[in-house]
């Protein structure tokens, strides 16, 4: 069974950093795309982040140049390096991991908190 499992988020002042993690379990790791999603209340999940699986990076248009994607494929791990937080990022952050158009796992969320 595939597992995917998030850790890192944390309540957050805003300007500061936080990095997630999601490490994933029974599954050919370096043959998917990897990526972060986040779902706020209220708001439909949306893309923050992916990676390939030849490194090409995707963001969304709110966090291009604040976040970072990353991979290490020896670790299974992809990560997300935040910076800059804001009120608006204040979500659950959602790994995922894709293979073609047919396969799709999801972790089971961590939650980041940005507030003063």
């Known amino acids: 069974q595939v597992q995917l499992v998030e850790s890192g988020g944390d309540l957050v002042q805003p300007g500061g950093s936080l990095r997630l993690s999601c490490l994933a379990s029974?599954?050919?790791?370096?043959?998917?795309?990897m990526g972060w999603y986040r779902q706020a209340p209220g708001k439909q999940r949306e893309l923050v982040a992916s990676?390939?699986?030849?490194?090409?990076?995707n963001y969304g248009d709110a966090v291009e140049g604040r976040f970072t994607i990353s991979r290490n494929n020896a670790k299974n791990t992809v990560y997300l390096q935040m910076n800059d937080l804001k009120p608006e990022d204040t979500a659950v952050y959602y790994c995922n991991a894709k293979y073609a158009s047919t396969t799709s796992y999801w972790g089971q969320g961590s939650q980041v908190t940005v507030s003063s």
């Open positions: 990676i390939s699986s030849l490194g090409i990076t």
């Open positions: 029974r599954i050919a790791f370096s043959i998917y795309t």
